[in-house]
């Protein structure tokens, strides 16, 4: 179950537009691509630094997680999770419940990118959003 490396940085931010046009343009990081994950409620793009990502995350809805996030962040965006690679996520998921972690998901359900994906519920992780991926 070890993960192997950062996948990436989930970063919510209020204007996803915005935030391509400075990472584009003053950063001098070219944007990988972009998507819509409906059923998370959100508008993402993707920014590969090395062998991780920033995931620069917009919500398309004011009732989404990230917009309760940047609510509860006084207005502002930033760092919503850390997202961890696993070679097998299934077997993370029983692996870290067998050691009493809570888990949003107990299955792996489908993340922006085309990966499978699970959250760490923040109780069991120091307070961090945690999130498993395997691509």
Known sequence: ????????????????????????DIMGIKCAGTETVADQKVNVAFFPVGDTELEFLESTSEDGPIAKFIENNKGRGGIQHIALRVPDIKAAIAGLKAKGVQMLDNEPRYGAGGASIAFCHPKSTGGVLLELCER
């Open 1 to 24: 179950m070890l993960p192997n490396r950062v996948d990436h940085i989930g970063v919510a931010v209020t204007s996803l537009a915005d935030t391509i046009t400075f990472y584009e």
